[in-house]
């Protein structure tokens, strides 16, 4: 799965007509909220290709290959022994394959029409139909309404339209089904520092460090800063 294949993060701003309050404090003002969105935009899609990079070349491999078992499948593990290994992994290369199995178990819905239509939502995605994307994953998250994949599939597509206030709503949506989807914190964490809160953003981060203590999100002493930007201390 590539998470920014189908990312523009280029940004064309329109131009002031007559009259149009370009220059002075609306139009600085409007300005100023067009950088932060894409910062935020920006941010949020590196962090998430991050975490997911793992889960990607392992989603490349299923295609290539014999897809991962299914929970119902003969062979499959379940999200508390992934979870476990994470916990537990002794190196970078055990922690991404771990992630890997996670990023497979999230994609499978359980429905087969929810699959299909998720999938050709990645594809519309992949081509910039973005509109047809969110209509595929309407249409996904109607039929399969408790698939948290839906909604952090359709929180990148947000995210690609430069919506990351949609985003926002459909990741808090992905956490209240599944609370320890990885992807979800790390974008939530990213969306909030680049908004300036500094406050959620060490929360998500350190939900997602007890979950995943290797995670490529909390890297470049990232927790460490926000730790002494809300608290005033180190580590």
């Not at 600085?28 to 894409?38: F, H, L, P």
């Not at 359980?110 to 995605?125: E, K, P, Q, W, Y």
């Not at 698939?147 to 919506?163: I, K, N, S, T, Y």
Request: hydrophobic share 45%.
């Amino acid at each position: 799965m590539r998470l920014v294949s189908f990312f523009d993060l280029r940004y064309r701003p329109a131009r002031a007509g007559p009259g149009s309050p370009s220059t002075g404090a609306v139009g600085g003002e409007r300005r100023r909220r067009r950088r932060a969105s894409r910062s935020a935009v920006a941010i949020a899609v590196a962090v998430a290709t991050c975490v997911a990079l793992g889960g990607a070349r392992g989603a490349e491999e299923a295609r290539r290959g014999d897809p991962p078992p299914t929970a119902a499948e003969p062979g499959a593990k379940s999200l508390d022994f992934y979870f476990a290994a994470l916990a537990r992994a002794r190196d970078e290369a055990s922690a991404a394959r771990t992630r890997e199995s996670l990023e497979a178990h999230w994609r499978r819905s359980g429905s087969a029409t929810a699959d299909l239509l998720a999938d050709r939502a990645r594809r519309a995605a992949g081509l910039g139909e973005t509109g047809l994307a969110l209509d595929l994953l309407d249409a996904t998250i109607v039929v399969a309404p408790q698939w948290a994949g839906a909604r952090f599939e359709r929180a990148l597509v947000h995210l690609g339209r430069h919506d990351p206030d949609r985003a926002r709503a459909d990741l808090a949506a992905t956490l209240a089904l599944e609370p320890r989807h990885l992807g979800a914190l790390a974008m939530l964490a990213a969306l909030a520092e680049a908004a300036g809160q500094p406050g959620p953003a060490l929360t998500w981060l350190r939900r997602l460090q007890g979950l995943d203590p290797r995670n490529p999100a909390l890297g470049e002493g990232r927790l460490e800063k926000l730790v002494i930007d809300v608290e005033g201390r180190e580590l």
